[in-house]
């Protein structure tokens, strides 16, 4: 098979840096390799200034980072599916991991756009450092060991990047993708940490309503799934890609 294309997309508090353990075995593991592009989104990284909803963000990612196979975690897989929703033809294969298309309910997604305007005011309140600290606090992230590397990269990113992301691009501000996942065409690899119960749900829910789409659990993981396990991540996800087409 040719090398391959990879684009990553990282998660919230996050920067493209977060990818590169996975990424880098993904393409070890694939037998021509693999040629590895990393984004930061807005509000974080080299993004810190940008202020887009997820919706010109997906637009504009994909201009910037050409075609290939995109490979988003969490924040990431939103953009990404959005783009693909969108119909994108740069995008050739996608893999999410802890992803969601959005919430479907008008009453759940009303009452996160408030916790997420009410978490954005803390972030402001309290700066980057304690945010990040209560952030990876969560019962979410229990499975997750935060090396120093991680938290050095976390800690580059501003109060005020984090803050706009949230309010323009959190999971109550974008619009949910429920109602359109039948219309993807291309592979689609799902995954998510056999601990994570809730986006283990949502990705089985996802896959099943999806045309080419399949669920696979990441042993031993939460939903940092690629950093708790990158070997297992990496390994099925080269798997995956040597066996799907780029386009179904």
């Known amino acids: ?40 989104l807005p509000g974080h990284g080299l993004s810190a200034d940008d202020r887009l909803t997820v919706e ?40 999410l991991v802890g992803g969601t298309p959005g919430i479907d309910d008008a009453g759940d997604r009303a009452a996160r756009v408030t916790d997420d305007e009410s978490r954005a005011d803390r972030i402001i309140e309290i700066g980057t450092e304690r945010f990040v600290d209560e952030w990876l606090a969560q019962p979410l992230f229990d499975g997750l060991t935060v090396t120093a590397d991680d938290r050095r990269h976390r800690l580059r990113n501003t109060a005020e990047g984090m803050a706009a992301s949230l309010r323009l691009a959190g999971t109550g501000a974008q619009r949910p993708l ?9 592979p689609v690899l799902v995954l998510a940490g056999d601990h994570d119960a809730k986006f283990t749900a949502t990705g089985e829910r996802m896959a099943a309503t999806m045309r080419h789409a ?35």
């Open 56 to 95: 010109q963000a997906a637009s504009e990612l994909v201009d910037l980072a050409g075609p290939g196979t995109y490979v988003g975690y969490s924040m990431g897989a939103r953009h990404a599916l959005t783009a693909a929703c969108g119909g994108s033809p740069q995008i050739e294969r996608l893999v």
């Open 214 to 248: 399949e669920f696979a659990p990441i042993p031993g993981a939460g939903h940092a799934a690629h950093t708790e396990q990158p070997v297992a991540a990496a390994r099925l996800i080269a798997d995956w890609i040597t066996r799907a087409p780029t386009r179904a």
């Open 1 to 40: 098979m040719p090398e391959a294309r990879l684009v990553f997309l990282h998660g919230f508090t996050q920067s493209h840096h977060h990818w590169h353990e996975c990424a880098h075995l993904i393409a070890a593991y694939l037998p021509a390799g693999a040629s590895l592009t990393f984004v930061d």
């Open 178 to 186: 429920w109602s359109e996942l039948g219309d993807v065409g291309i």
